[in-house]
C-alpha cells in the first residue's frame, strides 16, 4: 500500500525554466508534508515543508503547495539550475507519529 | 562538521555474518530515525527513538535486526545472520522536539554476498 506516490520517475528541464515536481497521498491523516532532495551516494537533504493549515511555502527559488482536497502537493523550482538536478523524494507525516513516508521519487535532470 | 554522521560508509559482509552500524546524530536533537533504502525506491522506516526511548520499531523489520541508543546519544543498527535482501542503504535522521524536519547522514551502504 503505497500511501505517498510520485507517478513520475523523471522529468527533464532547460536551464532558466520552471521544474514542478509532483505527488500524492492517500491517507487523510496525513498533516505535515516535507520535500527532499538526494544526490548519488548521499543521504537526502530537507528542502522545504507545509503543514496542512496552509496552501503554500515559498523558499527562494522552491514553492511547495498543498491541495488537500485533492490530496495533492507539488514543488516549483524556479528558475531551474543545472546543480538542481538529483532525485527529489516527497514525505508525509503525521503528528504524533514522528515518522516519514517517502514516495519513490522524481529524478530531475536540469539541462544546461 | 555539526551534521548526522554515519559509520562505515560501506560494508560488504558474506552471508551469514552480523553487521552493526553506527549513528551520531546532531548533538541537540533528542530524535533519532532509522531508515532502508533500496534502489529504486524512497527511503523506508525501520525505528525510532526519543532520547534512549526505542517508541517504535517497523513491523517490516524482522528479529535479526537490533536498535540500540543507550545514553540518548549515539545509535547503533545491528543485523545478525545476515541475507543478500538485507543489501541496502541504512540512514539515519536526527530532528529536534521544536522542528518537525529531520536531518539524514549520509548512510551506510551494505552490500551483503
Known amino acids: 500500500d503505497q500511501q505517498v506516490k510520485q507517478n513520475s520517475p523523471s522529468l527533464s528541464v532547460q536551464e532558466g525554466r520552471i521544474s514542478i515536481l509532483n505527488c500524492d497521498y492517500t491517507?487523510?491523516?496525513?498533516?505535515?508534508f516535507l520535500w527532499y532532495k538526494k544526490y548519488p551516494a548521499e543521504g537526502p537533504t530537507f528542502l522545504i515543508s507545509?503543514?496542512?493549515?496552509?496552501d503554500k511555502n515559498e523558499d527562494g527559488r522552491f514553492t511547495v503547495f498543498l491541495n488537500k482536497s485533492a490530496k495533492h502537493l507539488s514543488l516549483h523550482i524556479v528558475p531551474s539550475q543545472p546543480g538542481d538536478s538529483a532525485v527529489y523524494f516527497c514525505a508525509a507525516t503525521t503528528s504524533g507519529t514522528y515518522k516519514y513516508i517517502f514516495g519513490t521519487g522524481t529524478r530531475l535532470k536540469v539541462l544546461a | 562538521d555539526t551534521g548526522v554522521s554515519q559509520n562505515p560508509r560501506h560494508k560488504i559482509t558474506k552471508r551469514g555474518q552480523n553487521v552493526t552500524f553506527r549513528c551520531d546524530p546532531i548533538s541537540e536533537h533528542n530524535r533519532l530515525y532509522w531508515y532502508r533504502q533500496t534502489l529504486g525506491q524512497g527511503p523506508e522506516f525501520l525505528t525510532y527513538?526519543?532520547?534512549?526511548?526505542?517508541?517504535?520499531k517497523s513491523r517490516l523489520l524482522s528479529d535479526r535486526f537490533s536498535a540500540e541508543r543507550p545514553k540518548g546519544s549515539f545509535s547503533t543498527l545491528e543485523i545478525q545472520r545476515t541475507e543478500q535482501g538485507d543489501s541496502a542503504m541504512y540512514l539515519c535522521?536526527?530532528?529536534?522536539?521544536?522542528?518537525?524536519?529531520?536531518?539524514f547522514g549520509q548512510g551506510t551502504r551494505l552490500t551483503v554476498v
Open positions: 491517507n487523510s491523516m496525513f498533516d505535515y
Open positions: 535522521a536526527s530532528r529536534s522536539t521544536v522542528n518537525t524536519e529531520a536531518f
Open positions: 507545509i503543514s496542512s493549515i496552509k
Open positions: 527513538f526519543q532520547n534512549e526511548a526505542q517508541l517504535e
